[in-house]
């Protein structure tokens, strides 16, 4: 089970770091890439960005890139998403999510990911 926490209400320009953590041993967590994914009111769920099974490959929207980093700990079985200069767009509930990937694979599409964390969300204030 992934369980993501770390949301909050903050201003724009602020930061914020969302954890996930995977509840099962490591030997699992590190059988998943871990995307993150946010979905704002009214819209559909949108791909944020996603980490490599060894951390060492990433891959962001082009809409956080340069903002948002994602790191893993795999010893902790914890993805975090470092999110900075936040913007009021970036309001929205986020979830964490696992897909079984090929080691240097970091898949985008939703589809691909079929092991889910319950949402925490974020408020950015202007």
């Known amino acids: 089970q992934l369980q993501a926490s770390g949301g909050g209400l903050v201003q724009a320009g602020d930061s914020l770091r969302l954890s996930c953590v995977h509840s099962?041993?490591?030997?699992?967590?590190?059988?998943?890439?871990i995307g993150w994914f946010r979905q704002a009111p009214g819209k559909e769920r949108e791909f944020v960005g996603a980490?490599?099974?060894?951390?060492?490959?990433?891959d962001y929207a082009k809409s956080v890139k340069g903002r948002f980093t994602i790191s893993r700990d795999n010893d902790k079985r914890t993805v975090y998403l470092q999110m900075d200069s936040l913007k009021p767009e970036d309001t929205a509930v986020y979830y964490c999510?696992?897909?079984?990937?090929?080691?240097?694979?970091?898949?985008?599409?939703?589809?691909?990911?079929?092991?889910w964390g319950q949402g925490t969300q974020v408020t950015v204030s202007s």
């Open positions: 980490i490599s099974r060894s951390g060492r490959s990433s």
């Open positions: 099962g041993p490591v030997r699992t967590f590190t059988n998943y890439v």
């Open positions: 999510a696992g897909a079984r990937a090929i080691l240097t694979d970091v898949p985008t599409i939703e589809g691909r990911y079929d092991y």
